[in-house]
């Protein structure tokens, strides 16, 4: 089948880690992908909506067009599926105006409903999108990672990666932080974004996020961190830093939050942590034990490819067009 993706941008985190990691999959199924960036004007976009009936398939990826743009796009596409990866009919975190928002709801409702098939980063996503959702989480090419092997050091480097509305969240917490830093010797912060936060006591290590080397700054750190906050929009998240951590070989510990609690196994591949205590003790007993880290480190990386891997998510994929293919909605 010719696949056309319309996207936010084609080198947008969403399309890069949703659609386009898994072009090799399926090419190798028969299918074609092209990959086209939706314009910001109306008129743009109308344009671009032709094109749709030249694929057999269209995927809409989270722009929430208008009603009427949804109408022009269900009549051009021989099938059209919606993937989204946020709680996108809500406001985010940092919002002033609160979460709820009328336009979002109603649009968000009007495309879920048109779709043939609405595809969700995790299951509390697909709850909201109705009973023609299915799950395919955010996936991650686990060839890409190489963890080093985690050794004895008097200076242990937490890591986190994000962008920076989502490093806001990060800076609520100064006083974990500080905590962290005056309870623990040794211990720093990378940070990879493209600005960086300040404490008095936890040092920061600034890394500019860059594609071809974050996944060398990751595996460089000794455990990951995720932090977000505990409402509506952060419940709906993928907790994609968890799983590049994971795919990186590193311990993770993070605040049980959405998925953040599913990803995280307590022990297993890290610990899940609600207070400041929580932390200072999760992180203390990972920064002294480099076997601990080690093997935590490991099992969280097996989880990442027997779960939430390129090839796993290639295959609900080529699965999912296979389905769409002969007229099934799900």
Known sequence: ?????????????????RIAAFRPHLEAAGHTLAIRALPKDVFGRLKTYAAARKADVVILQRKLISRFETGRLRRRAKRLIFDFDDAIWLRDSHSGKGFDDAKRTRRFRSIADSADVVVAGNAILAEQAGSKATVIPTCIDTDRYAPREAKIDVSIRLVWIGSSSTLKGLETQRGLFESLGRSIPGLRLKVICNRFPQFEHLPVDA???????????????DIGIGWVPDDPWSRGKCALKLLQYQAAGLPVVANPVGVQAEIVRPGVDGFLASTTEDWIAAIRALASDADLRQRLGSAGREQVRAKYSVDVGGAMWVELLNRVGKGASC
């Open 207 to 221: 890394v500019d996020w860059i594609e071809q080397t974050e996944v060398a700054e990751l595996a460089s750190a």
């Open 1 to 17: 089948m010719n696949i056309l993706a319309l996207v936010e941008a084609e080198n947008h985190v969403c399309c890069r880690y």
